[in-house]
């Protein structure tokens, strides 16, 4: 990877899906360019993805600035490890979770002076078959919720989208049986949802565990072992703070590798999107990529 005070060139996709994506950027590219970085916009067209966009346009750049939603960056993700060039995040989608992690300004113009000034840190991706994700990768009730809302959806009601399909969602879910395989050990669980997180945030503000960060080399599991629903709206506050590991219903520990097994293949969301079944083998990928983030802030610390 070459010297980050030598970078001048920038490859810049914007996902056009993206809630934000469709709207001007042109002062946070102004941004950019006043600070001499000269950019080069290549637009997805219907077919294309962000992974072979970069693999195709990548060669000659010093760095990519993506700009969309925690779906971007997720499709994104296999170019940037193949290609080893650093990422600049514009946040233009729903939730913005990663960015929320490391630090970065969910306004566009803050974030480019954040790619513009800073320096590039590493950071962890998590990995299941095969997928790369920046947040989490989850197995029962937010697989189904991410089949269920649509982009139009996201676009039209923003985090409350989360909220109305959640609660419908909800009503019909029940708990499935599982095994564990992690760190010598099989386990048997009855479970409503199990999360695997390499970050510290996820669907739109929740937390993974209080004390994560995307570069602390780990992954950290957690299994919702409620009987109704209805247990799942008292350990809402604790799922939004990290605290949930607490609780005697929920199974957490960390680790750097585990195997998920079900009866019937059942769908894995990463990062919002459905993009494999079980059995699912998840690992760390330390250090994988490097990001802009804040010079002052612990990667994960925000």
């Known amino acids: 990877m070459r010297n980050p005070k030598t970078l001048k060139r920038a490859l810049l996709l914007v996902n056009p899906k993206a809630r934000r994506g469709t709207g001007s950027i042109a002062s946070a590219v102004s941004v950019l360019r006043t600070n001499g970085i000269d950019i080069t916009e290549i637009k997805p067209g219907p077919e294309d993805t962000m992974?072979?966009?970069?693999?195709?346009?990548?060669?000659?750049?010093?760095?990519?600035?993506?700009?969309?939603?925690?779906?971007?960056?997720?499709?994104?993700?296999?170019?940037?490890?193949?290609?080893?060039?650093?990422?600049?995040?514009?946040?233009?989608?729903?939730?913005?979770?990663?960015?929320?992690?490391?630090?970065?300004?969910?306004?566009?113009?803050k974030a480019?002076?954040?790619?513009?000034?800073?320096?590039?840190?590493?950071?962890?991706?998590?990995?299941?078959?095969?997928?790369?994700?920046?947040?989490v990768a989850s197995i029962g009730f937010s697989a189904e919720l991410a089949a269920d809302l649509t982009e139009q959806a996201k676009k039209r009601w923003g985090k409350l989208g989360y909220a109305i399909a959640a609660a419908r969602i909800l009503a019909r879910s029940r708990v499935f049986t599982a095994h564990l395989d992690h760190d010598g050990t099989t386990e048997k669980i009855r479970t409503m949802?199990?999360?695997?997180?390499?970050?510290?945030?996820?669907?739109?503000?929740?937390?993974?565990?209080?004390?994560?960060?995307?570069?602390?080399?780990?992954?950290?599991?957690?299994s919702l072992e409620v009987d109704h629903w209805w247990r799942l709206l008292a350990l809402l506050p604790a799922?939004?703070?990290?605290?949930?590991?607490?609780?005697?219903?929920?199974?957490?520990?960390?680790?750097?590798?585990?195997?998920?097994?079900?009866?019937?293949?059942?769908?894995?969301?990463?990062?919002?999107?459905?993009?494999?079944?079980?059995?699912?083998?998840?690992?760390?990928?330390?250090?994988?990529?490097?990001?802009?983030?804040?010079?002052?802030?612990?990667?994960?610390?925000?």
């Open 51 to 109: 992974a072979e966009l970069i693999r195709q346009h990548g060669s000659g750049f010093d760095l990519v600035v993506v700009g969309g939603g925690d779906g971007t960056l997720n499709a994104a993700a296999p170019g940037l490890v193949d290609r080893q060039l650093p990422l600049g995040v514009l946040p233009l989608g729903t939730a913005n979770d990663f960015a929320r992690t490391v630090g970065i300004p969910f306004n566009p113009v």
């Open 112 to 135: 480019a002076e954040l790619i513009a000034a800073g320096t590039p840190r590493p950071i962890d991706l998590g990995e299941v078959n095969g997928h790369l994700f920046f947040n």
């Open 193 to 222: 949802q199990v999360s695997v997180g390499n970050g510290r945030h996820y669907g739109g503000g929740m937390t993974v565990e209080e004390s994560a960060t995307a570069s602390d080399g780990t992954l950290d599991f957690y």
């Open 239 to 302: 799922l939004r703070k990290g605290t949930h590991g607490r609780w005697d219903d929920v199974r957490a520990f960390r680790t750097t590798e585990v195997t998920i097994r079900t009866s019937q293949p059942r769908p894995v969301n990463t990062d919002g999107e459905l993009s494999t079944w079980t059995p699912a083998h998840f690992r760390i990928r330390p250090g994988a990529i490097q990001v802009f983030t804040p010079r002052e802030t612990r990667v994960g610390s925000a």
